[in-house]
């Protein structure tokens, strides 16, 4: 599902607020409620109904997230026994890190779309960065944590994001820090294995360290 700004959200329309119900590119069943109107004037439905876009499916132009999503599924499928090939996912994350390192500049979560006089006129529910960190980590730590090459280039992502992005977006980050060290103690029971795969390196092996 997508949006932009109605009519009946712009100043003409006093004291009227938008609240959309669900996020940019989630599902939405038959019949579930889409927008809230708040406060001011009788509604115009049809500007509303106007205002929304549906589609069979996610897009990146209409929702970010997305392109974290599908970038992930390719890392992951490259991890799969039957392609097992690492390197594609390490460029993946690559990839992944760049976008993360964009999204920690931005202002996520809820926004908030105003008039000319400052007025909230349209409400967005959008993921916020700790839901941006679990999309990007999650699901490859879990299924590539038992490759050196991939365990050190996701700590070395970590790191970097943690020396790059302020203060207080830091804790998801360390979450998963500490998720990997975990997942590395229970797949490596040799320390040797274990330190060579917990050490960060941006090339995943053979590059420069930290």
């Known amino acids: ?5 109605p009519s009946i959200a712009r ?29 001011g004037s009788a509604v115009d439905e049809q500007a509303l109904r106007r ?7 996610r897009t990146v132009t209409q929702d970010p997230a997305f392109a974290l999503r599908c970038t992930v ?10 392609v097992n090939d690492p390197t594609s996912a390490l460029e993946g994350l690559d990839a992944l890190g760049g976008m993360l390192l964009r ?14 006089e400052g007025t909230v006129r349209l409400v967005l529910p959008t993921a916020g960065w700790d839901a941006m960190v679990d999309l990007t980590l999650t699901e490859i730590r ?8 991939v365990a050190r280039r996701m700590r070395a992502l970590i790191d970097d994001l943690m020396a790059r992005v302020p203060t207080a977006l830091h804790a998801p ?7 990997l060290d975990y ?8 320390p040797v294995d274990r330190d060579f795969a917990a050490h960060p390196d941006r090339m995943g092996i053979g590059g420069q360290i930290g």
Not at 14 to 33: K, L, N, Q
Not at 73 to 82: G, M, N, T
Not at 142 to 149: A, F, S
Not at 183 to 190: E, F, H, M, S, T
Request: charged share 20%; glycine share 10%; with cysteine.
């Open 11 to 39: 100043p003409s329309h006093e004291g009227r607020a938008i609240e959309v119900a669900v996020e940019v590119g989630s599902f939405v069943a038959h019949g579930a409620p889409v927008l809230h109107a708040r406060g």
């Open 103 to 116: 999204l920690g500049a931005r202002q996520l979560g809820v926004s908030a779309v105003l008039d000319a």
């Open 183 to 190: 997942d590395l103690d229970r797949v490596y029971p040799n």
């Open 173 to 179: 980050l360390e979450r998963h820090r500490a998720l």
């Open 51 to 57: 205002s929304l876009m549906f589609a069979k499916g």
């Open 73 to 82: 599924d390719v890392a992951i499928r490259a991890l799969s026994p039957a």
């Open 142 to 149: 879990r299924y590539g944590c038992e490759t050196p090459q």
């Open 1 to 5: 599902m997508g949006c932009s700004l």
